[in-house]
């Protein structure tokens, strides 16, 4: 059996692939245009957005008026300068309204206007109009504060102790070792963000006592410029500390009491080294995601603060909120419902009926799945605690 196919089935099968093929293609093109600056990470700012994104930010702002579409050089300027600085653009047709806030004509806009650094009085009073985009990075970099301490040996302990110790949230002695005197707009900006977590310094021209102090082994080479963070840790197979109060001592110890506190669990600085082989070239968002990691896995080792928000600092949920609307592509869960994100910064989320929470003896040991999935990390810290979940590999 065979079918006879006549020259007219042929030409409407043609013709009606070609109309397929095209009307693919036009939805194809027409996804890619509509998308097109949110693969840049340009935000779209209009009057009722303006005051809360940008003049209530602490975070620098670049606003790009346009007409039609965004030239080019400012869409490449939104990807190099992502987590330095935030770019946002303005429709100079549709948002007459907030030209006229910004006391603005439409038929006479600058190329942009750049809010720097700092809060809502300093951004009324020192914003400025830029003529192009290296004008705008230069001027939005400029603005983030560059007071980043320089060690030395004799302050390298009271750094780590300050860390942990001077405020109500412990954080985790960062050390960036350098041979340079110049200070980059990536660690400015990360020292900022990650402030409440994170006490970040400098090591210029690092001695080989000085690595020792902060737990680098003399064995592993350390290439400049290399960043680091100090973590505390009990000596391997050292038995866990009692969890009684211990009583008050009626008289003098004698020597055998002595003795049992000399054999007391020593704590041993050890060094987690920024991996390039994870993380890439240190950028603002590789050591985004190597913070994220340490603090994932370590946070249970630093000493217990006045704040007791467990649950945001094992998160660190209030960076993570900010830093999704532009790294979403490193979250598990990039959406979010504003009653989760209530429920988890306010600690009250509870497991569902039903579901036992699983008993965690390290309070401050979040366990489960870090949100950038970094769960492993380089060297002897490769191994995840005993209280994390099993991790998947990357």
């Known amino acids: 059996m065979y079918f006879k196919v006549s020259s007219n089935m042929i030409v409407y099968y043609l013709f009606g692939l070609a109309l397929l093929l ?9 996804s890619q245009t509509e998308s097109d600056d949110e693969s840049y990470h340009l935000i779209s700012v209009d009057y009722t957005k303006f005051s809360e994104q940008v003049l209530h930010s602490n975070d620098s702002w670049i606003l ?20 330095l600085t935030w770019l946002g653009t303005v429709d100079v047709k549709s948002q007459s309204k907030l030209l006229q806030e910004l006391g603005l004509d ?62 109500s949230t412990p954080r985790f002695p960062a050390v960036y070792l350098t041979d340079s005197t110049e200070v980059s707009p990536v660690l400015r900006a990360i020292k900022e963000r990650f402030r409440r977590y994170f006490s970040l310094s400098r090591l210029l021209s690092p001695t080989t006592n000085e690595l020792r102090k902060l737990g680098l082994e003399e064995k ?8 680091i963070v100090v973590i505390k840790q009990r000596e391997k197979n050292a038995p866990a500390p009692s969890k009684t109060k211990p009583q ?3 008289s003098k110890p004698s020597k055998a009491e002595k003795s049992t506190e000399d054999h ?24 985004m995601r190597f913070f994220f990691s340490v603090n994932h896995q370590f946070r249970y080792t630093l000493p217990e603060g ?42 009250t989320d509870k497991p569902k009926a039903g579901k036992s929470k699983p008993e965690n003896p390290d309070k401050k040991d979040p366990g489960g799945k870090c949100p950038f999935g970094f769960d492993k990390l380089s060297g002897d810290f490769a191994k995840p605690n005993r209280h994390q979940m099993k991790k998947e590999e990357l």
Do not use: C
């Open 248 to 250: 008050r001592p009626t």
């Open 306 to 347: 006045s704040d007791k928000d467990t649950k945001t600092q094992a998160m660190m949920a209030d960076v993570m909120d900010i830093e999704q609307e532009r790294f979403d592509e490193f979250f598990n869960r990039k959406h979010i419902s504003k009653s989760q994100k209530a429920e988890r910064n306010s600690g």
């Open 264 to 287: 007391q669990p020593r704590l041993v600085t050890q060094a987690v080294q920024y991996d390039a082989n994870n993380f890439g070239e240190l950028s603002y968002s590789g050591v």
């Open 106 to 167: 439409a038929a006479n806009v600058p190329k942009a206007r750049v809010y720097p650094f700092g809060g809502y009085s300093q951004k009324l009073s020192e914003w400025q109009d830029v003529h192009d985009w290296k004008e705008a990075e230069r001027f939005a970099l400029k603005s983030i504060p560059a007071d980043i301490p320089v060690l030395s040996s004799s302050t390298i302990d009271r750094f780590i102790k300050d860390s942990h110790y001077s405020s």
């Open 22 to 30: 095209a009307t693919f293609s036009v939805d194809v093109s027409f």
């Open 220 to 227: 592993k080479p350390v290439t400049l410029p290399s960043l």
């Open 64 to 83: 790009i008026f346009y007409r039609g579409q965004v030239d080019q050089k400012w869409k490449e300027l939104a990807k190099s300068a992502r987590g």
